[in-house]
C-alpha cells in the first residue's frame, strides 16, 4: 500500500525535530530513512506509525495509506507492523505465543479459528526458519534470532505497511549483513510496503529502492541509491554518503594554491573548497603539470577489494584516504612514509550560495 | 570445617578469588547477623523449651489467641489486597506520567516508614473516632471504621503500603515502553496490552511487594493498638495477645504465640522466594 505524506512536522515543546515534510512511498517500495541521529528520522517513521502526533496545528497535515486518511487513527488501528531496535519481544512469552499476540488480541468477530492462529503461526516460522524454537523464550535466543521472531509477529497481522526502525542496529556486522540480505530477499517476495530507519549509509544503499536522506530534521534529498551516490545534491549528502578528502585554498589565475601544493582549476579567484573521493585519488611517483600536490604515506590498510591508504601532508589540515589497486600497490611499492604525489581524477564542489548548482569536474 | 580452612582449600585448588576481601567481610556478616538476628531468636526459642509440648499447644490454641489469628490474618489479607491494587497504581503514576508534585509525591510514599507506628496509630484513631473528622461523617452513614476490624485493616494498610510501591516502581522503571507500543502497535486494546504485556512483567514484584506488606501487617502492633479498640474475641491482634502474656511475665507464654506469627511470616516469605526464583529464571531463559 503506498503512504502519502504531506506538510508532516514535529516539534517536541520548543524544539523542532522535524520541519514541515512531504513524502511518497509508491506501494511495494522499500525505502531507508538515512540520517545521523537527530536529524527526524526515527520521528518520521514514528509519526507514520502512529505512535507519535505530528503538529496539529497544520490543518493540512495529512498522512494516507492508499486511499486511506489515517492521520488521526490510533496506531493499533493503522494495521502497520512495527519492528523496534531492540526487538521489544514479549519476555514472559514463549517464541509461538509472541508471533501469535497480535492474531490472538484480535476482536473475536475477526479472529481467525485457534486452528488457523496456529498454521499461520508456523507458516511464519517456517518463513523466518524458527520453527524448531516455538517453545523458547525470547532470552533464550541469539540477538538475530530475536529481531527474526519480532518480524514475523509484526507480519502475522498482515499490515499494510511494515516500518522498521534501526532494525539492525543491535547485531554485529555479519550477523546484520546475513539480515539485511534476508529481509531484501522476503521484501521482494512478499512484496510488502516497507520504511526502515538506519544511520548506516552502506545499509541504506545496499536495502533500498529509493533512500531518504535527512539531516536537521529536513529531507535532503530523496533518489535511488545510485542517483544519490553520483548525483548527490549537496555538500551534506555527499559527505555523509561515503569518505571525502578536502582541498581548501586560494585560486589566482586558475590555480588553486594551499602551502606548497597547487592544482590548476577553471575557476574564478577567489576561496574555494573542492571534495574528492578516495577512489578519486591517483598516486603517482612524480607531480604533473596540471597537479602538485607532495603527500606522505601513513597508514596502510590491505584489506578488501582496495588497499586503503592515509596519507598527510604539511597543507593538509585533516590526512587524505586514497583506495588503490592492489596491482597498482605493488607496482609502486607504497610503504609506511614513502613520498609521493597525489592527481585528483575528479573533484566536486558546493558552492555556499544556495543558487549554484553543485559542481563535478574531471582532471585531464 | 573453619573458614579459614576452606580458603586455604581453595588457594590449594588453585582457586584464589580475585575479587579481595571475602574473608573478612563474610566474617562480619556473620557476626552481625548472629548478634541482631540469630541471638534474639535463640532467645525466643530458649523460652519456648520451658513449655511442653501439651502446655505449648495449650497456649497456642486457646480460644481466645485463635481468635486473634483470624483477625489479624483476615484484616491483614485485606489490607494487603487493597495495597497490592493501590500500590501498583501509584507506581505506575509515579513512573509512567509527568506532573507537577511528582517528587512530593514519590518522597510522601516513605511517609509511612519514617513516622513512628504509635503516632499513626493514634492520629488514625482520633479522625476515625465518632468524634473525628472522618468517623464524624462515616458514623452517621453506617460506616463504623474505629475500634472494628476495618479500622485494623486500615491501620495496616497504612503502614505496609510503601512495600508494594517501592517494589513495583523500579520494574516498571525497568520495562521499556517499547513493550507496550509493540503490543499496541499489534493492535491490541489498552485493557489487553496491560493484562497480557505488562502485568506478567510486574506480577513477581507485585507478588513480593503484596507478600512484604502481608507479613508486616501480621507483627504491625503501634499503629493498630489505638485504633483497634481491643474487645476479646473480636478485635483484638495476636500482636496484642504477646503484649498481654509479657505484661503478665509469661515469657514463655508470648514466645509461644510469637513463634506461631513467626512461623507464618518465614513460610510465607520462603514461599514467594521460591516461586519468583522460578519466574525469573524462565525470563533469563532457564539459566539464570
Not at chain 1, 30 to 53: D, F, H, M, Q, W
Amino acid at each position: 500500500m503506498s503512504i502519502h505524506l504531506q506538510n508532516i512536522g514535529k516539534h517536541f515543546g520548543a524544539t523542532r525535530a522535524l520541519e514541515p515534510v512531504n513524502l511518497d512511498i509508491h506501494e511495494g517500495e522499500l525505502v531507508g530513512l538515512l540520517g545521523p541521529s537527530g536529524s527526524g528520522k526515527t520521528t518520521l517513521l514514528r509519526i507514520i506509525a502512529g505512535l507519535e502526533n505530528a503538529d496539529r496545528s497544520r490543518e493540512t497535515s495529512k498522512i494516507l495509506f492508499g486511499e486511506r486518511d489515517v492521520t488521526n487513527v490510533h496506531v493499533r488501528d493503522r494495521r502497520i507492523g512495527f519492528v523496534f531496535q531492540h526487538y521489544a519481544l514479549f519476555r514472559h512469552m514463549t517464541v509461538y505465543d509472541n508471533v501469535a499476540f497480535g492474531l490472538t488480541v484480535m476482536p473475536r468477530k475477526r479472529r481467525p479459528s485457534s486452528g488457523e492462529i496456529r498454521s499461520r503461526v508456523f507458516r511464519l516460522l517456517e518463513m523466518v526458519k524458527l520453527e524448531h524454537l516455538a517453545n523458547r523464550y525470547p532470552a533464550q535466543l541469539s540477538g538475530g534470532q530475536q529481531q527474526r521472531v519480532s518480524l514475523a509477529r509484526a507480519l502475522a497481522v498482515e499490515p499494510d505497511v511494515l516500518l522498521l526502525d534501526e532494525p539492525f542496529g543491535a547485531l554485529d556486522a555479519k550477523v546484520r549483513q546475513e539480515l539485511r540480505r534476508w529481509l531484501r530477499h522476503l521484501h521482494d517476495e512478499l512484496n510488502f510496503t516497507s520504511v526502515f530507519v538506519t544511520h548506516d549509509q552502506e545499509e541504506a544503499l545496499e536495502l533500498s529502492d529509493r533512500v531518504v536522506v535527512m539531516s536537521d530534521g529536513r529531507i535532503e534529498q530523496i533518489d535511488s541509491p545510485e542517483t544519490l551516490y553520483r548525483v548527490p545534491k549537496n555538500r551534506f549528502v555527499f559527505e555523509f554518503l561515503g569518505d571525502v578528502n578536502h582541498l581548501e585554498g586560494r585560486v589566482r589565475d586558475g590555480v588553486l594554491t594551499c602551502g606548497d601544493a597547487h592544482l590548476n582549476v577553471d575557476l574564478p579567484d577567489g576561496h574555494e573548497e573542492l571534495l574528492l573521493r578516495p577512489h578519486e585519488v591517483r598516486l603517482a611517483e612524480a607531480p604533473s603539470a596540471e597537479s602538485h600536490l607532495p603527500v606522505t604515506i601513513t597508514a596502510i590498510s590491505p584489506v578488501g577489494a582496495e588497499v586503503r591508504v592515509e596519507l598527510e601532508a604539511d597543507w593538509l589540515a585533516k590526512p587524505w584516504l586514497a583506495t588503490v589497486r592492489h596491482a597498482d600497490f605493488e607496482r609502486l611499492a607504497l610503504r609506511r612514509g614513502l613520498r609521493l604525489y597525489a592527481h585528483p581524477r575528479q573533484w566536486h564542489r558546493f558552492p555556499e550560495a544556495e543558487s549554484k548548482a553543485p559542481e563535478q569536474r574531471h582532471v585531464a | 570445617m573453619s573458614l579459614a580452612e576452606l580458603s586455604t582449600r581453595r588457594i590449594a585448588a588453585g582457586q584464589k578469588r580475585v575479587l579481595p576481601g571475602f574473608g573478612l567481610s563474610m566474617g562480619i556478616s556473620v557476626l552481625f547477623i548472629s548478634l541482631v538476628l540469630l541471638l534474639p531468636m535463640t532467645g525466643l526459642f530458649g523460652q519456648l523449651a520451658k513449655l511442653s509440648l501439651a502446655e505449648y499447644w495449650a497456649i497456642v490454641t486457646e480460644g481466645r489467641v485463635v481468635a486473634s489469628y483470624m483477625v489479624t490474618i483476615g484484616a491483614a489479607a485485606v489490607a494487603a489486597m487493597v495495597n497490592a491494587i493501590f500500590g501498583l497504581l501509584l507506581a505506575w503514576v509515579l513512573v509512567r506520567y509527568e506532573f507537577p508534585g511528582k517528587r512530593l509525591l514519590d518522597a510522601l510514599m516513605d511517609l509511612p516508614f519514617a513516622l513512628p507506628t504509635a503516632v499513626a496509630g493514634i492520629t488514625l484513631a482520633t479522625l476515625y473516632a465518632s468524634s473525628g473528622w472522618m468517623g464524624g461523617i462515616l458514623e452517621p452513614l453506617g460506616f463504623k471504621v474505629a475500634y472494628t476490624w476495618v479500622g485494623i485493616a486500615l491501620a495496616m494498610a497504612f503502614t505496609s503500603i510503601p512495600f508494594v510501591v517501592r517494589t513495583v516502581q523500579p520494574v516498571l522503571e525497568d520495562m521499556p515502553n517499547e513493550v507496550d507500543e509493540a503490543a499496541m502497535s499489534l493492535g491490541a486494546r489498552d485493557g489487553v496490552a496491560f493484562r497480557r504485556v505488562i502485568l506478567p512483567h510486574l506480577w513477581p514484584a507485585i507478588v513480593t511487594g503484596t507478600g512484604l506488606a502481608f507479613v508486616r501487617s501480621l507483627g504491625e502492633f503501634g499503629a493498630i493498638i489505638f485504633i483497634a479498640g481491643n474487645t476479646p474475641y473480636e478485635t483484638e491482634i495476636t500482636a496484642l495477645m504477646i503484649f498481654v502474656k509479657l505484661q503478665e511475665y509469661d515469657y514463655a507464654g508470648a514466645s509461644a504465640i510469637a513463634s506461631v506469627v513467626l512461623f507464618v511470616s518465614l513460610t510465607l516469605l520462603l514461599a514467594i522466594n521460591i516461586w519468583q526464583g522460578r519466574f525469573i529464571r524462565r525470563l533469563h531463559g532457564g539459566k539464570g
